[in-house]
């Protein structure tokens, strides 16, 4: 695991939570992550390091597939028009992201998106994969819970062996609250991510985070795992950790700030770095 992990996600909860903007040191790289709770834009500099961003709560993708095209490119493009705004640079390319498990057309609709919001849609790459672009695990299991799914790569000296993605995510926690407080989504989903909250709400959702677990230790069965490694929005849920780690066999960890390892990854395969020399005029 790279050692400036931590510093790298603050900086991402710092640019992407709070708003806030770095002087990129040269080029720019742009990442796309279209979630099935949250759409995040972000840019990145030549050091890895996130330099601004932008996300949103959306209802575009389900269990990883883009289910409402029009609302999604809308997004990314208002996404794309923030980000740009702030850094005073014009994003013209970006690499997007995808949950392991979907099918090629359902590939080739997140390129469309990208295009449909005015960027060259430079690479595409499965979610776990761009995680560990940031995590910079040789060796074990990557695992992005996300909203939907789940999903899985699996490394040995620094190559990935496979690629796996079932359905079961952050929305499933979302609707067992829903249904055991008798409240609505939008409530649940707000208790869900108050701290003041979670600790209750573990018994409630420890179900799900159990399956969370189950899905992955079938996705790593038969392979030489050591430990596994969770982000995504739902890894930051605590205890989820220790149940997933249960269920599944192995250690599983969570690194400080998991929310936007994948989306900062993604960044990372945007291989059209815009100079900082091209700035546009403000």
Do not use: W
């Not at 500099?45 to 330099?51: E, M, T, W, Y």
């Not at 490119?73 to 702030?86: G, I, T």
């Not at 074990?140 to 620094?158: E, K, M, S, Y």
């Amino acid at each position: 695991m790279r050692p400036d992990l931590e510093t790298v996600l603050a900086a991402a909860d710092a640019t992407i939570g709070r708003g806030e903007v770095r002087e990129p040191r040269g080029g720019v790289r742009v990442g796309v992550d279209l979630g099935t709770a949250y759409t995040v834009v972000v840019a990145v500099d030549d050091d890895g390091l996130p330099v601004a961003g932008a996300t949103r709560p959306a209802e575009v993708v389900r269990d990883g597939v883009v289910v409402d095209f029009v609302g999604a490119r809308q997004l990314v493009a208002e996404l794309r028009e923030d980000v740009s705004a702030r850094l005073g640079l014009p994003l013209e390319s970006a690499a997007a992201c995808f949950p392991p498990g979907v099918g090629a057309g359902e590939v080739q609709a997140v390129r469309y998106v990208v295009e449909g919001a005015g960027m060259a849609c430079s690479a595409l790459v499965d979610e776990p994969t761009a995680a560990n672009a940031v995590l910079g695990i040789t060796d074990g299991a990557v695992v992005d819970v996300g909203g939907g799914t789940t999903g899985t790569a699996i490394l040995r000296d620094g190559q990935v062996l496979a690629t796996l993605d079932e359905p079961t995510g952050g929305t499933h926690l979302t609707l067992v609250i829903a249904g055991a407080c008798g409240i609505s989504v939008d409530e649940a989903e707000r208790r869900k991510t108050d701290p003041a909250e979670q600790e209750r709400l573990l018994g409630v959702v420890r179900p799900v985070l159990d399956k969370i677990g189950t899905i992955v230790g079938g996705h790593i069965n038969g392979h030489r795992v050591e430990a596994v490694h969770l982000v995504g929005g739902t890894s930051a849920f605590p205890g989820i950790a220790e149940i997933v780690g249960a269920a599944c066999g192995v250690p599983a960890r969570v690194p400080g700030n998991p929310l936007f390892v994948t989306p900062l990854g993604v960044a990372l395969f945007d291989g059209a770095a815009l100079p900082v020399t091209a700035k546009a005029s403000p």
